[in-house]
Each structure stands twice: as C-alpha cells, then as structure tokens.
C-alpha cells in the first residue's frame, strides 16, 4: 500500500511533467470528440475545437511556468547572489520535489557559508588585533629603549663625573656633597624607570584597572593632607574648598590615588614662592569635577598640549633644584583616558589649573 501511494504521489518533478502531458493529451482528445459531436457544421465544431486546444495549452504553460520554470528563476537568482558572496538570502521554494530538496539544501549550504564566512572574518580581525598589537608592542619597547637611553645620559654622566671626584676629594665636606648628589641622581633614575615602566604597562594595555566603591572626597583629604598640609617649612599657602558630603565613584582606588598625587606633586613643583595652591571639588548632578590650582609661571601657549607627552618638563620649576620625571602627567592622561574622562589643563591670570571630571555613583 505504501508503495502504492509512493507511486501516485506527485514528489518527483518527471512524474509532475508526466501527468501534466497526459492529462493534456486526454483533454485535447475528450474535447475533439466533443466538438465532433456538436450539432453544427464542421467548421464551426473545428474552430470551437480550436479555442478550446489553445486554453488547454496555455493552461499546460502555466502550470509548467509554476512547477518548473519559476522555482528555476529563483535558484538561479540565489545562486546569482551566492556568486557575489552574499548568503543573506534564502530560498522560499517549500515543495515536495527536487527542487523543494533543492531549495532546502542550498539554505543549509548558504547557512554554512554564512556561518564560516563570519568565523573567517572574526578570525582576520582577530589576527589584524594580533598584528597592530604585536606592532604596538615592538613600538613602544623601542620607544622605552630609546626614551630610556636618552633620559639616563644626564644623571648618569653626574654619576660618573662626581665618582671622578670622589676618588680624588680629600675634603670631607665636599665628599659627602657628592655622595648627595650621586644618591640623589640614582633616586631620580630609579623614579624614571619605575614610572616609564607603568606607563608603558598601562598604555600596552598590560594593566588592568580594578574596580571599588569608595567615597572620592575622603582620598582628596587624605591625599592633599599628606602633600600639603603635613609638609614642613612649606612656601606656600594651601586653600581648599570641598564639599560637605561624600561622592561616591567605581574605579581603581590606587590609580586614582596616583592621579591626585602626581596633580598634586605638580603643582607643589610649579607654584612660585609664597604663592598659593587651591585645591576644589564641585560635585554636580551624576559627576564631580576636581581642580587644582597653582599660583606661578603660566605656560606657554604654544606648549598647553604637549604637557600630557611624556618627558615634557617645560620650564624649570622655581621652588626646585631639579625637575621631575616628565611622565607624571603622561600617567594621569593614560589613567583617564582609559576611564574615557575629560581632563584639561589652563592658564589662569596668575597661574596654572588642572582639571579632570568623573561620574560619580549613589
């Protein structure tokens, strides 16, 4: 019985075609015979016959349009899509025959495509992230190398000119004056390095920032009070001006704490003598805004964006032997912007201020 019913049943395009043309033929035959027996002349019956051979034909067209020809016209215009590499595109043909099959097997193959096209270009991408950061690294070790290279040739030839003199120097006055020295060329040495080596982390990418809540408000004080207020024999006058409350902000408390402390170290190095340091936190609606403020030399207008480049120094502190590193501000850029935050610096009438925002949380 089940191979009977497999017989008659229409899932072959043959058997479709098939019966199309046997049931024309039958038709075209049952309708001479009775045209052949309609009481009128034979002309008439003939051209009855006709009309009738015509309808027939074009009814066998259509439906040999829409079992063949039309699902024939929309393969080849997905295979026409699939030649242009596009397997968006699905085939809609839902029929029992090869073409039904057809259809369902050039969706899966498009499917397929589509999917290993998409891991293909994932893994390009992936690869091309490789390369620029391989790139990336290699730069910035050469950069660190040369920055290295260059930025040691001053303490070290103070080094090695007063171990010169050491060997020589009887005095002992004058030899512990150059033991200060060399102790404080290799202190400012070590600092270089231990500072470019954390930039060059952070900017690599190498260093994750942790994430705590913790009340901003309360690490100023602390920060400030530590800087500021317990310095003896200060040139400056301190004035600060902090909200009441707490505000709260989500970020990595030791990176932020390095922010406030190298703002701070800065302006303590470039505020002139007697000269004023002002310090503020304005909390605004879903943000805070930190400032710092140092009475002293302005910079100049041609320098205001190099100052967050690395080993910028601009002119030479007045309340300090030596400058600093040059890379504490290239730090508090870095840490910024990796938390996607606005930061500036401006000349004021008689000073300079730094300021930064940052979202804060309930």
Known sequence: MKKINEWFALNTVRKKVLLLSKLAGGIIVLFYVFTAKLPTNRSIAFLIWLVLLVAVIMGVDFLLGHFISKPLDEINHIAGQMAKLDFSATCGIHTDDEFGELSENLNTMFSNLQEALEKLEAANKQLEKDVTQEHLLLTQRKELVDSLSHEMKTPLGIIYAYIEGLKEETDEQKRQHYMDVILSATDRMNTMIVALLDLSALEA??????????????????VAGRLLIDTPNANYR???????????????????????????????NHVSNDGEIHLSVICRESELQFSIFNQGEQIPPQDISKVWQKFYRGEKPQNDTHSGSGLGLSIIAQILSMYHTDYSVQNQPSGVEFTFHFPTIT
């Open 238 to 268: 301190f004035t600060y001006d902090l909200p009441e409350g707490k505000a709260f902000i989500r970020a990595d408390k030791y990176r932020m704490e390095q922010v406030l402390n190298n703002l701070i170290v800065n302006a303590k």
């Open 205 to 222: 990418g190498a260093v994750k920032l942790s994430e705590e809540r913790f009340d901003f408000i309360e690490l100023v004080e602390t």
